[in-house]
Structures are given as structure tokens and as C-alpha cells.
């Protein structure tokens, strides 16, 4: 399931994120596959900013990456069930 239409095109713009700087946060960032537009990009930016501790989330399309900043160590298989709910692939953590 993609969120562009059948052309590729996409109907919506991404959200922006705010920077956040908080002491004992923490910052993971995830391979993730399928993202293609500013459609994809908000709506993982959503539904990954929907989970309890998530306090950021970066999407980098042209990456292929989502930089997560969280409360505490993060639940990657909670994070991979979300992004696959979304219609993309969580393949790990970033190198």
C-alpha cells in the first residue's frame, strides 16, 4: 500500500518538526523503505509522533530514513509494527 496516487503524485505536504533538545533523550534513526513523497513523509511523521515518549520524528526521504527521538530507548518492534501499519517497511537501524 503506497499513500501517492497511481501517477506518483502526492495531495499533501509534509508537517514540519521541531527541533527538540531534552536531557535524556534519545535520538535512533531507521532504515525505512517505500517513502517516496511529502505525502509519506507526513504521515509517518503522524503516526510514529502518535506513540507514548515519541518527542520528535525527522523524516529524510531522499535517505530513506526516519530519525526518532524518544523519552527513553525506543521499542523497535512497536516502531516496525506502526511504520507497517502505515503502509512502509521498517528494515533496522540505521548504520
Known amino acids: 500500500m503506497s499513500c501517492c496516487t497511481p501517477d506518483g503524485t502526492c495531495s499533501t505536504t509534509a508537517a514540519a518538526t521541531a527541533d527538540v533538545a531534552l536531557t535524556g533523550a534519545r535520538t ?3 532504515e525505512v523503505s517505500g ?3 511529502g505525502h509519506c513523509k507526513a504521515t509517518l511523521t503522524k503516526e ?4 507514548d515518549g515519541v518527542l520528535s520524528v525527522d523524516v529524510d526521504l531522499d535517505a530513506g530514513q526516519v530519525r526518532v527521538t524518544t523519552e527513553a530507548e525506543p521499542d ?3 516502531l516496525a509494527a506502526v511504520v507497517d501499519e502505515a503502509g ?4 533496522g537501524r540505521a548504520a
Open 76 to 78: 523497535d518492534a512497536v
Open 48 to 51: 510514529i509522533g502518535a506513540l
Open 35 to 37: 517513502m517516496t513523497c
Open 88 to 91: 512502509y517497511e521498517l528494515t
Open 28 to 30: 535512533t534513526v531507521y
